[in-house]
């Protein structure tokens, strides 16, 4: 049974053991791990404590949080082995739309560029056009941030690592993204990738059951992308960092 339940930012960051940063008396926003966390009932300041809903922070935090009515308590519990699937069993038997499909690194590059000038996804501002919207998944990097900000494919977009990409937060804002991507003529897909395509084909099975139409970047990003090992005739992919400048090539270390 699900309770609102108010509890001290101050203890809370104690348990769960996270950064939760609490800013502006009025209008109070809640980040976790730099991520904004919006809930139902904004933050309170009382007295010199800012009090915050625990539930939405927890999740966001990757727990669930449950209302124990015998107990008169709330129940956190941190998840761990099961963070990917966050509870649930696993469908993949029963429902076929959660199976990961792979796309390969050469056919995601023909989609994202299609006029071959080396500028992917070339519709976006301060780019010179000439690509097609119509054919591009919605590029999701599902590795750390500072990876995806050291390089990134062009165009792809970062909202959290794979293993937080179902928290509600998370999730909300990977469909909130879709939407606009969709919006604006793209096709109704995601391709997410990360570094050896492992951890993001267990999020896209996740995203899967979500209902949403995922692919894997077959073999990842740095193998795949970056070309560094034979597999799956790699290419050497045009990269940008956080910014959008293109990244020079530079082959890993062997
Ligand atoms: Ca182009
Ligand atoms: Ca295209």
């Known amino acids: 049974m699900k309770k609102r339940v108010f509890f001290l930012v101050l203890a809370l960051s104690l348990v769960l053991l996270a950064t939760v940063a609490v800013a502006n008396v009025e209008g109070i926003k809640m980040y976790v791990n730099g991520n904004e966390v919006k809930s139902d009932v904004p933050p309170v300041k009382q007295e010199n404590r800012v009090l915050v809903p625990i539930r939405f922070v927890a999740e966001a935090l990757g727990c669930d ?6 107990k008169n308590a709330v129940v956190i519990t941190k998840n761990s082995g099961d963070k990917f699937l966050r509870g649930k069993n696993d469908p993949a038997q029963q429902n076929p739309s959660i199976h990961t499909n792979f796309v390969k690194a ?6 994202l560029d299609d006029d071959k000038d080396g500028d992917l996804c070339d519709y976006r ?29 062009p165009g792809a977009i970062w ?5 937080e990409i179902a928290a509600p937060a998370n999730l909300a804002a990977l469909k ?7 919006a604006r003529g793209g096709k109704n897909e995601i391709v ?3 570094f050896t395509a492992h951890t993001a084909g267990l999020a896209a099975g996740v995203l899967g059951a979500e209902g949403l139409n995922v692919k894997n970047l ?3 990003y740095a193998i795949a992308w970056e070309g560094t090992k034979q597999a799956d005739a790699p290419i ?3 990269r940008e960092d956080a910014s959008g400048k293109p990244v020079p090539y530079a082959p890993a270390a062997k």
């Open 65 to 70: 949080v449950q209302w124990d009515e015998a």
């Open 159 to 163: 909202i959290s690592p794979a293993e």
């Open 106 to 111: 050469a056919d995601l590059l023909a989609v």
């Open 236 to 238: 050497y992919g045009p």
């Open 176 to 182: 909130e993204a879709l939407e606009t991507h969709v």
């Open 192 to 194: 997410l990738y990360c």
């Open 125 to 153: 501002d301060g780019h010179s056009g000439g690509d097609s919207i119509a054919n591009d998944p919605l590029v999701v990097d599902t590795r750390l941030k500072k990876d995806y900000e050291t390089g990134h494919i």
């Open 218 to 220: 077959r073999f990842g």
